[in-house]
């Protein structure tokens, strides 16, 4: 049978530097995985584009995706709600496709109840005020948004050591290369725990 491909989940506060983050790893030649597309509520920002940064719904579109049991997870942030369709990582999964979701925290604990076997990532930001310092200069949210996304940062933070592993985003790159190492870490040990079970089956059909 086909081994499946690993849920690789990211989340972390707003303005931590996610999006950034994940746009660089799949930039890099040797990433192997696929990216889920998320649906929002939210309003697109300048420059995104609707099936590329995420597929952009109604609320009346969204709450029917929910009651149609399409999202593996949802939750609303600050005012909007954003979820992962669920269709798209089984069928990356059954294909035997590593799948990189970058959610927020709520949304991290649903999936983590569903895959507790998946690979959970915290992104930490080096301290509050440089996160309040990437969200204010992305220029994208008003001071009231800004607002709540800092109130709920505190909240989320909290959160961090329900995670498989902590990653500081001082440096883009840097973050990148520690989460891919990660990913490959998990790799090797899957493969170990498959060697060792493999050779029990073995010794078991000796006996
Ligand atoms: N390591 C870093 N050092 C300095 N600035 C960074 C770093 N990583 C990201 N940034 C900047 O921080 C801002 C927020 O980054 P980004 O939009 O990727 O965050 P996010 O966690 O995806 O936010 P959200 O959850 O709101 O979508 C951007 O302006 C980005 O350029
Ligand atoms: N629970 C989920 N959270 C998601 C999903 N896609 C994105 N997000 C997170 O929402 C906030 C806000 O995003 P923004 O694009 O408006 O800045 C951020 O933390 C994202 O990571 C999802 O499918 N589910």
Same mark, same amino acid.
């Given at each position: 049978m086909k081994e499946k491909g690993l849920l690789i989940v990211l989340s972390g506060p707003s303005g931590v530097g996610k999006g950034t983050v994940r746009k660089a790893i799949f930039s890099r030649e040797d990433v192997k995985f696929d990216y889920s597309i998320?649906?929002?509520?939210?309003?697109? =920002? %300048?420059?995104e584009v609707d099936g590329?940064?995420?597929?952009?719904k109604s609320r009346e579109e969204f709450e029917q995706l929910i009651q149609e049991g399409k999202l593996l997870e949802y939750a609303e942030f600050v005012g909007n709600y954003y979820g992962t369709p669920v269709d798209y990582v089984?069928?990356?999964l059954d294909a035997g496709t590593d799948i990189f979701l970058e959610i927020e925290v709520e949304g991290a604990r649903?999936? =983590? %109840?569903?895959?507790?076997?998946?690979?959970?990532i915290f992104l930490a930001p080096p301290s509050l005020s440089e996160l309040h310092s990437r969200i204010i200069g992305r220029g994208t949210e008003t001071?009231?948004?800004?607002?709540?996304r800092m109130e709920q940062a505190r909240k989320e933070i909290d959160m961090m050591d329900l995670y498989d592993y902590v990653v500081e985003n001082d440096e883009v790159e840097r973050a990148c290369s520690r989460i891919q190492s990660i990913v490959e870490a998990e790799h090797c040990r899957r493969e170990r725990v498959q060697h060792r079970y493999q050779i029990m089956l073995e010794l078991e059909g000796e006996q």
């Open positions: 998320s649906m929002t509520t939210r309003k697109p =920002r %300048e420059g590329v940064d995420y597929f952009f089984r069928e990356t649903q999936v =983590r %109840e569903k895959f507790p076997e998946g690979l959970f001071d009231e948004v800004i607002r709540g």
